[in-house]
């Protein structure tokens, strides 16, 4: 054997394959690797594998950073399926496989971890665009660290919601001092049992803190008592866990309608209250009172009757400025000026009378706050309408569905309630303070039609003040509001939104009208499938407390 083997030198093409282009080497410190596509792939996302030493730092929801070398872009990704482990070189399926399972043999065969990925958006002078381009095969995938994760969340906000999933010590807030955030409007979504109540009930007490006015509108009256420590033997754990005391919400009040009971007798500060009627624009008030198309026309009629006939006989306190009202009524907003219930329902008693071949009716079916002094001109006023809409078991169901909202005592009373408290009209702007948490209670109220009426004109009331007093702050000292209607799907649902297209109007005008002006909405609810698809639209913030398969394809909307 020859002492030296013979050398030749490498073909040029071969030396300068050999050679590479001279680059370094250096180790592979990514935490994975992005696949070619398939024709299964789809737009916006990527699948990663890793080795299976990296399975352990994969997690769901995990953000990454993808280095596309090739074209020199760069990525924002999340995990949206996986992490996943699969065998190296055989399927998963492989009887082999199976069997060493099934047995419970010690031997587990090598494997790998995969994920798919949503690009989210590429990175380019330290903002998040929108991706036009895909990363290229074999790019670098590495996992953000929390700092990371909070940087690109952007979710270091006061009012603190959780913490991130996967991560134990990032908190996730919105941030009080956004506009892209409080006035955007809330969706909070829950099933029975999952928590709502007790996230919005920390919800509320996070938003007074931050200086917030919370207007909490509590149909069952399970909020009532949040001015109280939580003594749960469930929660005082978990409050603990987190590094919390319980504590009870201050500045709260307690808002009743006249004669409801209060949820909680011993609340420090009981206020009762009544609402308006000529704040209720008529088309809503027709649409809440839930009548047919016949009942309607008559309420509607009867409505435009008083209306007249309170600016005919003068019964307005100052002519002057009722009549300076009538001229600037917008019907759309609210009602006629110095309209009360009790006229309404005194001009349909009148025409159900005369429908049923009375020539007058007695004076103690009418009201003292309505025309009962009135007795002539309000027939005078019913016999037209007795012509043209006749039909007396229309005007008598008209009647019972207006006597029943009267006799909730909602609207038009000033006097003192059966617990001597006085009964006051709601000074809007005087209410609305910061960090102040009115809590209404309508749980007393029992038929939903009234409830909704309320909610109404609440939203209204608090609307206008809300305009009148962001407008009269300075730039730096805007007043803030949120309101939060527990049960939504109660005020407005999917299969009746067709038939209030005045009340859903309102919502709207209100939901626009609030994002300018720091007034904020939040709908709670545990049956979202029944919501509107329209209510969705307004609602930038969706905080789903648990979602089911039911619930799944409604949210997705």
């Known amino acids: ?289 839930g009548g047919n198309e016949a009942q309607t026309d008559r309420f509607l009629a009867a409505y435009d009757a008083a209306s007249e006939l309170v600016t005919h006989l003068g019964l307005a306190a100052n002519k002057d400025e009722h009549a300076a009202a009538v001229r600037n009524w917008d019907d759309q907003e609210r009602g006629y000026p110095n309209l009360k219930l009790a006229h309404v329902l005194d001009v349909a008693e009148a025409v159900a009378a005369l429908s049923s071949g009375d020539d007058t009716i007695a004076p103690h079916f009418l009201h003292a706050d309505g025309f009962r002094d009135h007795l002539q001109p309000l027939l005078d006023k019913a016999g037209p309408l007795k012509k043209k809409l006749g039909h007396t078991a229309s005007w008598r169901k008209t009647v019972r569905l207006i006597a029943g909202l009267y006799r909730t005592g909602l609207f038009d009373r000033t006097d003192t309630a059966a617990d001597g408290r006085t009964i006051e009209q709601l000074d809007y702007a005087k209410m609305l303070a910061p960090g102040r948490v009115l809590i209404v209670d309508l749980a007393g109220v029992d038929s939903p039609a009234h409830r909704n009426l309320a909610i109404s004109d609440l939203l209204r009331g608090v609307t206008a003040a809300q305009d009148e007093l962001y407008e009269a702050a300075p730039p730096h000292a805007k007043p803030k509001t949120v309101v939060v209607i527990e049960e939504a799907h109660e005020f407005v649902s999917a299969d009746r939104i067709a038939k209030m297209p005045a009340l859903f109007g309102q919502i709207s005008r209100i939901a626009r009208r609030g994002r300018k002006r720091w007034l904020g909405l939040t709908f709670a609810t545990q049956f979202p499938q029944h919501l509107p698809g329209e209510l969705f639209t307004l609602c930038n913030n969706r905080i789903l407390v648990r979602a089911t398969s039911m619930e799944t394809p409604v949210l997705a909307f």
């Open 1 to 289: 054997m020859p002492d030296e083997l013979p050398h030749r030198e490498l073909p040029a093409e071969l030396a300068s394959e050999f050679g590479g282009d001279g680059t370094a080497w250096v180790p592979d410190d990514t935490d994975g690797r992005t696949l070619f596509d398939t024709p299964a792939s789809e737009d916006g996302t990527v699948t990663v594998v890793f080795p299976q030493t990296r399975f352990a730092k994969w997690r769901s929801q995990a953000l990454v950073r993808i280095d596309s070398r090739e074209d020199g872009r760069a990525y924002l990704a999340q995990v949206v399926r996986g992490p996943y482990a699969a065998p190296v070189g055989l399927p998963a399926s492989t009887p082999a496989l199976v069997i060493t399972q099934v047995e419970g043999s010690l031997f587990t065969p090598p494997y790998h971890g995969w994920a798919s990925l949503e690009i989210l958006g590429e990175l380019r002078d330290s903002q998040t665009l929108v991706p036009l381009h895909r990363p290229r095969p074999n790019s670098g995938v590495r996992l953000l660290t929390p700092e990371e994760t909070r940087e690109a969340l952007k979710c270091d906000g006061d009012l603190r919601l959780g913490k991130a999933v996967g991560y134990d010590d990032l908190l996730v807030g919105l941030r009080s001092d956004e506009k892209a955030h409080l006035p955007r409007h809330t969706l909070a979504v829950g099933t029975t049992g999952a928590g709502k109540s007790t996230f919005l009930a920390g919800w509320v007490a996070k938003l007074a803190a931050a200086n917030v006015c919370v207007i909490l509108i509590d149909v069952e009256g399970e909020y009532c008592t949040m001015h109280q420590p939580a003594d749960s033997p469930r929660i005082l754990p978990a409050l603990a866990a987190h590094g919390l005391t319980p504590a009870g919400v201050p500045n709260t009040f307690l808002l009743v309608p006249t004669r409801a009971t209060p949820s909680d007798p011993t609340h420090p500060r009981i206020r009762r209250f009544c609402l308006e009627f000529a704040n209720t624009p008529p088309d809503i008030a027709a649409e809440l009172l």
